[in-house]
């Protein structure tokens, strides 16, 4: 199981490296109801994370393995994830916007600060498991857990250790605002600020790191 899990923390990591659902969660601790729609979004943003990722291991599950039981599709999937997430990277390092230029922040971010605590959970599964980058790593997560052959129970174990690495940027704000949100409201407001400025440059990162990641997993696999 520990190797599973180391296997798997570079993918997990990489989902909590996630800008606007930082900023997301930011905007809700700020808002009128900011427990109740913060812990909604961390709840969200969490099942959906572990949802797409056991799709991703049911789907390694069904797909051709080998003598060995070992997976024959995963690294092929990996690796068609990685050159996507590498397409995406450079689509998103385009669209930065120039060093000085007027910001045009989303729509849905005035709307964050009314949010009812229903629409703060769809939006939170919006950001673990619809948006690219978590939708590839999730999937790639799954793959690559299904790959390392651990049975069903120790699987579970590992995809909540999973789960919880990928949510621990939102879990950290949401548990220091439950006990001290008064004292934190200015340095939360500053942080979502250059969270929204620098989210394409830093998902453009990301998602060209993630690629590589993926990609170095799947040739490892095809090698092995």
Known sequence: MLDAIGETLPLA???????????????????S?????????LLGF?????????????LASVLPHGDDDSSISAPFILLALGIIAIALAVRQWR????PGAELELPGWIAKVESITTPSAF???????GLKPKNLLLSIGLGVTLEATGVSGGDAAVVLGIAVLIAASPLLVPVIIALIALTRISA?????????????SSLVGAI???????????????LGG
């Open 13 to 31: 990591v990489a989902i909590a490296l996630s800008p606007l659902a930082i900023a997301s969660v930011v905007l809700m601790l700020l808002s």
């Open 33 to 41: 109801r900011p427990r109740a729609a913060s812990i909604a979004f």
């Open 46 to 58: 969490s099942v959906a994370v572990a949802v797409v990722s056991a799709a991703g291991f049911l």
């Open 95 to 98: 669209t930065r916007p120039e």
């Open 122 to 128: 769809v939006l939170g599964a919006f950001f673990g």
């Open 187 to 199: 340095g939360l407001d500053r942080l979502r600020d250059w969270m929204v400025r620098n989210n």
């Open 207 to 221: 998602l060209l790191l993630v690629g590589v990641l993926l990609i170095g997993k799947a040739l490892s696999g």
